[in-house]
């Protein structure tokens, strides 16, 4: 900071001083090229060229008054007047050169004077504009996770420094938003896989205790392989949902609308088993991306819509230039949960561990997915009696040609 601010001095600071000595050299050549010739006005006109007589003339004596003959001219002697002007300009380029010499004195002390007062200015007004700029600074020195929510404030007209201190607020912003995030999807995480491993211990150690028969055994067996499917999704998952974090590697055109089509003939019969009607209105969607991911962001928002869904419900998927669109029937989903519902291991309901309930990871890995697409996915609830939900991924210029 206090080489900028020294910068900053040194250069307001030369700015100053050389306009400073640049306006007193143009006084002074102005008064230098007119000085001249206003002293010598002044000598001439306080004192007439033909008052001087260095060789002792003296002007002839007045003829009587009563002399009816008018008065003659007097006469002046040949060269009088050439020896008068010559004392005159000696006595104007005296005058002009103290004059000069005073005028240059006087500016030299007047510029060395400007000079440390702009030096002095220089230094005072760079502090003044690094300022919020030595704030920025500490408070980032200072940012760790526990402070994450002080903010700079930063008072003041709008300006550079200004929007800088906001644009570091709202950086400030996203990172506390996450730095949350990842505290709760860690802890929601470790929650999630602690629950399987407990109840796989229950089950080995009052299951198996005493002298279990073979009827018991394989119950207790077929409940462990369940909870180990159930937890192997739970980490598919948050692998998936890494790994599309982690953005892009290559892309390549993707038939979206296939890509439907193909995922409502896949979960057909798990619609079927929950009396859920699945429709499909498939128009021509190509999107430039990963089709691995692409075909789990529909997997994921059909099964979403088969399963939080009541019997005798409908779940309609609908493709076109603007996205995807699945829209399902179900329980009244309350307004403010809905952005929620896009955050890891949220659910509208407490978990069951029932079979086929899912973890909680799909909306966040629809989300997920999306955003490495550069699309934008967007949820919104429907009212009563119907209930449900329509979530809408909208690719936008992600949309291949």
Do not use: C
């Amino acid at each position: 900071m206090s080489s900028e601010r020294a910068r900053l001095t040194a250069l307001y600071g030369g700015l100053l001083v050389g306009a400073g000595a640049l306006l007193t050299g143009l006084v002074y050549l102005l008064v230098r090229d007119g000085l001249y010739t206003s002293i010598s006005t002044a000598v001439t006109t306080a004192v007439p060229a033909s008052s001087f007589d260095p060789s002792g003339f003296r002007p002839a004596e007045p003829l009587p008054t009563r002399s009816a003959v008018p008065a003659s001219p007097l006469p002046v002697p040949p060269g009088a007047v050439a020896r008068g002007y010559a004392v005159t300009r000696q006595l104007s380029d005296a005058a002009e050169e103290a004059a000069l010499s005073r005028l240059l004195t006087v500016s030299l002390l007047v510029l060395a004077l400007y000079a440390l007062v702009s030096v002095a200015l220089a230094w005072w007004m760079a502090g003044r504009v690094l300022r919020p700029v030595a704030v920025i600074t500490d408070k980032a020195r200072r940012l760790s996770g526990e402070n994450l929510h002080e903010r700079l404030a930063l008072a003041g007209p709008p300006g550079e420094l200004k929007r800088l201190a906001d644009t570091f607020d709202g950086m400030l912003d996203r990172m506390e938003q996450l730095v949350g995030a990842q505290q709760r999807f860690a802890a929601n995480a470790a929650h999630e896989l602690r629950t399987p491993v407990a109840v796989q211990r229950a089950a080995a150690e009052i299951g198996l205790a005493g002298e279990p028969d073979r009827e018991r055994v394989d119950r207790i067996r077929g409940k462990l392989i369940a909870v180990a499917d159930d937890s192997e999704r739970i980490i598919d998952g948050l692998l998936l949902l890494a790994a599309s974090d982690q953005g892009l590697r290559a892309r390549e055109p993707v038939a979206v609308h296939e890509v439907a089509r193909s995922a409502a003939d896949a979960l057909a019969a798990e619609a079927a088993a929950r009396d859920v009607t699945v429709s499909v209105q498939a128009e021509p969607l190509t999107v430039a991306g990963d089709a691995v991911l692409l075909d789990r962001l529909v997997h994921n928002l059909v099964v979403n819509g088969i399963r939080h869904n009541a019997r005798g419900g409908r779940v309609a998927v609908r493709t076109g230039p603007a996205g995807v669109e699945v829209s399902n029937t179900g329980p009244v989903v309350p307004a403010e949960t809905v952005p929620l519902l896009f955050e890891p291991f949220r659910r509208l309901a407490e978990r069951r561990h029932a079979p086929g309930e899912g973890a909680g990871l799909g909306l966040s890995i629809v989300q997920s997915i999306a955003r490495a697409h550069g699309a934008s996915a967007t949820a919104t609830a429907h009212p009563a009696p119907d209930g449900g939900l329509t979530v809408r991924v909208d690719f936008g210029r992600g949309t291949a040609s």
